[in-house]
């Protein structure tokens, strides 16, 4: 009983954000990539997000496993939760408190994320709520680790919060083929998915009345200015939300108010008035687009459980099922 991470070698934030940022903002459509959200400041921001009125995902998804857990976790009886970016752990509790009544004990939990400091705060949590549970840390990230996840017995890997749907479509199959490809039998894959429906709500939940996702976005030029030492202002940007409607997902901007100049690492960067940096795409999906992508990954959807805005599925690995 107790408590170990495992942690995996990555480059130092600042090396990972320098690259981004040559990477993305050397492209036709200029890019940061959405991870840089979720700084201190970032993290509250988004916190405050989920409590909105207009922001329904997070509470959708919440109601889902707290309604559905026991059904969830009858379909393949896992003994070992396995959690993608698993943050602070604050939705796994129903599927922690499901797997215990289902098999008289605590599963094992397997909290993989980029942020060892989430690690340990998420698993404190829930070590002082469930007395002798096992945990078993992961700091690394998605694109080298995801072979490491391990874990004992019939595993459920869970990548909650609509998160699959930041990813385009190249990555999000690749992503998808690497969690397929880390399954054996008796494993499965649980993930949650915000749903296609009324534009105008989805661009709401995006752009809130009150400005905290504007303050979000905007908060990572702070980052940028901060960790790599350049002359830029939240100021200098506005936020954007729009539904783009042939590929269905939302598409999350930060607008230029001003010409801008400046040197990254030996990179000369021109934004001009009004050019449109993409800091996150949010994919929405249909019941045959979830199983189309899920299919062409290796994955077969045993069942889904929905609140006709946001879906939660289980899929198992194709080539091992039945």
């Keep these: 009983m107790g408590f170990s991470m495992k942690e995996y070698e990555v480059e130092s934030a600042p090396d990972r954000l320098l690259a981004d940022l040559k990477h993305g903002l050397a492209q036709p ?9 979720y700084d201190e400041v970032g993290s509250k921001l988004f916190e405050e997000i989920t409590r909105l009125p207009e922001y329904y995902p997070t509470e959708a998804e919440r109601g889902i496993l707290l309604n559905s857990a026991d059904d969830i976790v009858a379909r393949t009886s896992p003994n070992t939760l396995v959690e993608l970016g698993a943050g602070i752990s604050d939705k796994t ?16 939990y397997v909290p993989f994320d980029i942020s060892a400091d989430a690690i340990l705060d998420g698993s404190a949590r829930l070590q002082g709520q469930y007395e002798g549970i096992n945990i078993h840390g992961i700091a690394g990230d998605f694109d080298h680790h995801l072979g490491e996840i391990g874990g004992e017995g019939r595993r459920m890997i869970a990548l909650l919060g609509g998160t699959i749907g930041n990813y385009p479509p190249a990555e999000r199959r690749f992503l998808l083929e690497t969690v397929a490809g880390t399954m054996k039998a008796g494993d499965s894959f649980l993930l949650g998915t915000d749903l296609v429906k009324d534009p105008a709500r989805l661009v709401a939940a995006y752009d809130d009345s009150a400005g905290v996702t504007a303050e ?4 990572v030029i702070q980052v940028i200015a901060t960790t790599l030492d350049l002359p830029l202002s939240t100021d200098d940007f506005e936020h954007k939300a729009v539904w783009n409607a042939v590929e269905e997902w939302i598409e999350i901007y930060l607008v230029a108010r001003r010409a801008l100049r400046f040197d990254v690492d030996g990179m000369d960067v021109s934004i001009a008035e009004g050019e449109h940096i993409l800091t996150e795409i949010s994919a929405k999906f249909t ?11 290796g994955l077969a959807l045993v069942d889904s459980w929905t609140d006709g805005d946001f879906t939660v599925s289980l899929s198992t ?5 039945g």
């Design 29 to 37: 459509q200029k890019s940061i990539p959405p991870k840089w959200f």
């Design 93 to 108: 509790t129903a599927l922690i408190d499901a797997m215990h009544r289902l098999n008289g004990q605590l599963p094992w």
């Design 216 to 219: 979000f976005n905007r908060n």
């Design 287 to 297: 019941m045959d687009r979830l199983r189309s992508n899920l299919a062409e990954a």
């Design 317 to 321: 690995r194709a080539e091992l099922a």
